[in-house]
């Protein structure tokens, strides 16, 4: 059975680099890739924060998402993109339920910013871009600065990593996850 892995953002501020390339890169290795957003638009992703890029269609929203169908959750970075999230109901029930399912969520850069306002960071060991270290840590995460992280903290994996130049370990991590 094919593995399937559920990618979501927002429609603005979304690092290219850590939607595409994890994307392509699962997808060469077999597993079926789906990419929801707030709304059915194109999203727009930028290079290092600050430099327009290229725009992506996603296959579906956010509240459309029916998470039991899908074996992890990838939650790309961006600034804007991971702020926007935070404040997203529907991201939060999606990030609770593979959480409450022990289902494995991947998180760079500033993903893991959306996890504390869906309340699932609390004593999860985890990395990040180092700008949001702080916030982590007031929310009762433990950072670490790592190229990639793997904690099983409260019964569920959360693989993460610090920026795109960790790309590369961040997608060997989740398909080593997929593959246990």
């Not at 959480?99 to 060991?125: M, Q, S, Y």
Request: aromatic fraction near 6%; charged fraction near 25%.
């Amino acid at each position: 059975m094919t593995k399937k892995a559920l990618f979501i953002t927002s429609n603005v501020g979304v690092e290219q680099d850590e939607l595409i390339k994890p994307s392509e890169y699962l997808q060469s290795k077999g597993i079926e890739v789906i990419h929801a957003a707030e709304e059915q638009k194109d999203v727009q992703t930028v290079k290092s924060d600050k430099e327009p890029a290229t725009a992506y269609t996603p296959q579906t929203t956010l509240s459309k998402v029916s998470p039991e169908d899908y074996d992890i959750l990838v939650i790309p970075g961006g600034t804007v993109n991971a702020d926007t999230l935070r404040l997203n109901e529907d991201a939060h029930k999606i990030i609770q339920h593979f959480t409450d399912n022990a289902k494995p969520i991947a998180a760079i850069c500033h993903g893991p910013w959306v996890l504390i306002n869906a309340e699932r960071i609390k004593d999860k060991n985890l990395t990040s871009y180092k700008s949001i270290k702080l916030d982590l840590e007031n929310a009762g995460a433990n950072w670490v600065d790592e190229e990639v992280h793997r904690c099983n903290t409260n019964n569920w994996p959360l693989i993460t990593s610090r920026s795109p130049d960790d790309i590369s370990a961040f997608n060997q991590a989740i398909v080593q996850e997929l593959s246990n």
